[in-house]
């Protein structure tokens, strides 16, 4: 069984979630400039099997695409190209940055430490993949 790996794409850069083996627990892995997102993506899969990739999908409150669903959509088409056989589900990411940001103020970190990007885009994959896991009934 493969792993699912769970993306919060974002312009400058991106968030990365992944699952154990079994699909039961979703992991924060890493914050990465999404310029060198599709080669990193490589050399994780040189060492580990992924079976599913998730990507959040910007919303509007009316349920419209976002301002930045377009750059999505172009990384998904460029991850489905480039990785053809591991399948691509979208989920609605409303509210992960700001739930991410709720989750990293109750942790108790600096406030330093809670106004950096890279956690809450961190924070925000792991939501995008424990929603969609919890989607399926994991």
Same mark, same amino acid.
């Given at each position: 069984m493969g792993r699912w790996m769970a #993306? +919060?794409? !974002?312009?400058?850069r991106t968030g990365i979630a992944i699952t154990d083996p079994l699909n039961i627990i979703a992991t924060g892995l890493t914050t990465i400039a999404s310029q060198e997102l599709i080669d990193y993506i490589k050399t994780y899969l040189t060492n580990e099997q992924v079976e599913l990739f998730v990507v959040g999908e910007p919303k509007q409150m009316n349920n419209e695409p976002s301002m930045s669903a377009q750059m999505t959509?172009? #990384?998904v088409q460029k991850l489905s190209a480039t990785f053809p056989a591991i399948p691509i589900k979208r989920i609605d990411e409303r509210f992960t940055s700001k739930m991410a940001s709720q989750i990293i103020a109750? *942790? !108790?970190? *600096?406030?330093? +430490?809670?106004?950096?990007k890279e956690h809450i885009d961190l924070v925000s994959a792991i939501i995008i993949l424990q929603s969609y896991m919890e989607s399926t009934n994991h």
């Open positions: #993306f +919060d794409y !974002g312009l400058k959509n172009d #990384f109750q *942790s !108790g970190k *600096s406030k330093k +430490d809670r106004e950096k």
